[in-house]
């Protein structure tokens, strides 16, 4: 069976959602000055669920670095020549917490609704299973709507509410709403084609997919045409 590690040889992966041509890539060291771009372009509701300043060229250097090192995994998603999303998985860093991995899902405004966060969060989950991770936890402030109706409908529950935890440039406070999946719960859902655990399967001609598998038959069927 393939597992994700081999997966990563298959970026680029090309994809169209709704007209807009897209590439998926890991994060790499020729993707600074694009997501900075990107993070300085984004509302700044959009940043205080993050744990690092990505607007920032030290800490943007720094997490390239990490990616490189292999101690957390980015995919980003390009439209063209400029970020339009991103996905990050992060491990817990000590034993007791390697089973926990944070996902963190970024979209451009400009790629909203068109289904780029769930590409993007399903490539991110598939990383984060194949690292071993049985619990993933996400966080948004309550105001990114968006962003919590996708996590709830891939099966991610409540699970707390972080008061007055981040801080505006204009000195307000914000929750941060913690969202959970526990895999145990959800052993059922699977690719029908390699077997790796999803969150919710890419039905085509009614056979559950993950992500890449689906991009892969979609491909032969000449839905890339």
């Not at 609704?113 to 619990?135: D, P, S, V």
Request: aromatic fraction near 8%; glycine fraction near 8%; charged fraction near 25%.
């Amino acid at each position: 069976m393939e597992t994700l590690t081999d997966r990563r040889q298959h970026f680029p992966l090309p994809l169209t959602l709704q007209g807009k041509s897209l590439v998926f890539r890991p994060l790499a060291s020729a993707c600074r000055d694009a997501m900075l771009r990107f993070a300085r372009d984004l509302p700044e509701q959009d940043l205080l669920f993050l744990d690092r300043d990505i607007a920032q060229p030290p800490v943007v250097a720094q997490w390239i670095q990490r990616v490189c090192e292999g101690s957390l995994f980015t995919v980003v998603g390009w439209q063209g020549d400029e970020i339009v999303g991103y996905a990050t998985v992060e491990r817990g860093n000590v034993r007791w917490t390697r089973h926990v991995a944070e996902l963190r899902v970024v979209v451009a405004e400009s790629c909203r609704g068109i289904g780029l966060g769930r590409w993007l969060l399903e490539l991110a989950f598939e990383m984060a299973l194949e690292e071993g991770a049985t619990k993933l936890v996400a966080r948004m402030t309550p105001d990114q709507a968006g962003a919590l109706r996708l996590f709830e409908r891939l099966g991610f529950e409540h699970e707390a509410v972080l008061r007055d935890h981040a801080q505006d440039g204009n000195g307000l406070t914000h929750d941060l709403v913690v969202l959970s999946f526990h895999t145990r719960q959800h052993l059922d859902n699977r690719c029908g084609s390699c077997g790796a655990s999803i969150l919710v399967p890419l039905d085509l001609e009614g056979v559950p997919l993950c992500s890449h598998c689906y991009e892969s038959r979609y491909e032969e069927l000449g839905g890339g045409d």
